[in-house]
C-alpha cells in the first residue's frame, strides 16, 4: 500500500462521519443538537485520533478495532464509535487490501479470512468500550477468552446484534438498503444533509435499532420503529430542506427527552456513507 491510498482510506472514513454529524438524526448525536451527555464535537474528534489505527499498514481487523477504539477512549474518555469502528474497520481493510476488486466482494474475502487473533482483539476493545445493555453472552462472551473467530462470534451474535449481522451477512444492510437508500436520495437532488437523513431513516424504519434493544428493551424499540415510520411517511413528497430539519429536530427532541438513542441506525449511515465514499473514489 502506497501513503495515498491510507491517506484516501483515512480521509474517507473522516468525511463520511463528518457527514452524519451533519444531519439532524433523530435521537441520536449532530450538529444541531447534542444528547446523552455527548456533544458533536466528540464524535468529530472520535474519527480524526480512530482514523489512523483504522487504517494501520499491516494491521488485520481486530487490531484495527483495538487501536481504533483505544485511541478514541484516550481522546474523548467516553464510548463515542464502537459500531462505527467495527463496521467500518473490515471496509476499511478491504479498500487497503484489495484496491482493485469491488469493495463488496473484496469485503466478503474480508469476513471470511477473519481469525481468532482478530476476535481477541475485537473483544479487548468491545470490554473497554463497555457500550449500554453489554450484559453477558452465552458463548462468545467478550470478557472472556476468544474461542472462535471474529465471523463465527459475530454470527452467534446475530440474534441481539444488527452489527453483528453485518458480518454474517456480508454487510448486506449497509449494500443493499443504505445504498439504494443513499442512491434514491442523490437521484431526487437532495444535498448531503437531506441524503445521510434518508440513510439513517431508512434503517430506523426497517427493523428495531438494536442500540434500543439492548438498553430499553423490545417495546421501547418496537415503539420508536413505528413512530419512525410514521414520520418518514410524513415526509414524502417534502423538499425544503429547513422543513425537514425542523420536523426531524423536534422527533429528535421527543427521543432525547425520553433517553433513547437510534445508535446502530447511526452506525450503519455511517458505514454506508464510508462504502460509498470508497466506490466513488471520493475521500
Not at 27 to 51: I, K, P, T, W, Y
Not at 195 to 219: E, M, N, W
Amino acid at each position: 500500500m502506497t501513503k495515498t491510498d491510507r491517506d484516501f482510506v483515512a480521509t474517507a472514513f473522516i468525511a463520511a462521519c463528518r457527514d452524519e454529524l451533519e444531519a439532524p438524526k433523530p435521537g441520536n448525536v449532530h450538529v444541531f443538537a447534542s444528547g446523552h451527555r455527548m456533544e458533536a464535537q466528540d464524535f468529530l474528534e472520535s474519527a480524526e485520533v480512530s482514523a489512523g489505527p483504522l487504517t494501520a499498514p499491516g494491521a488485520g481487523v481486530g487490531a484495527r478495532i483495538f487501536g481504533a477504539v483505544t485511541a478514541t477512549l484516550a481522546r474523548v474518555k467516553q464510548n463515542t464509535n464502537l459500531g462505527i469502528v467495527l463496521l467500518c474497520a473490515p471496509l476499511a481493510h478491504a479498500a487497503l487490501n484489495f484496491p482493485q476488486e469491488p469493495l463488496e466482494g473484496a469485503l466478503r474475502r474480508v469476513l471470511d479470512a477473519l481469525t481468532r487473533e482478530d476476535a481477541t482483539e475485537a473483544f479487548k476493545a468491545i470490554a473497554l468500550a463497555n457500550p449500554a445493555g453489554l450484559g453477558k453472552a452465552p458463548a462468545h462472551d467478550v470478557g472472556g477468552p476468544a474461542e472462535a473467530t471474529l465471523l463465527d462470534a459475530m454470527r452467534a451474535a446475530t440474534d441481539r446484534d444488527r452489527i453483528a449481522c453485518q458480518y454474517a451477512n456480508g454487510f448486506s444492510d449497509v449494500f443493499g438498503l443504505g445504498r439504494a437508500a443513499l442512491a434514491a436520495a442523490r437521484r431526487d437532488g437532495a444535498n448531503v444533509e437531506a441524503a445521510t437523513l434518508r440513510v439513517y431513516l431508512a434503517f430506523l424504519c426497517a427493523f428495531p435499532d438494536s442500540h434500543i434493544l439492548r438498553k430499553h428493551g423490545a417495546p421501547t424499540a418496537e415503539a420508536v420503529l413505528r413512530e419512525a415510520r410514521d414520520f418518514a411517511q410524513s415526509l414524502e413528497g417534502w423538499r425544503n430542506v429547513e422543513e425537514i430539519r425542523a420536523a426531524a429536530l423536534a422527533f429528535d427532541a421527543r427521543l432525547k427527552q425520553a433517553g433513547v438513542n437510534p445508535g446502530t441506525s447511526a452506525d450503519l449511515t455511517v458505514a454506508t456513507l464510508f462504502t460509498a465514499r470508497l466506490e466513488d473514489g471520493h475521500g
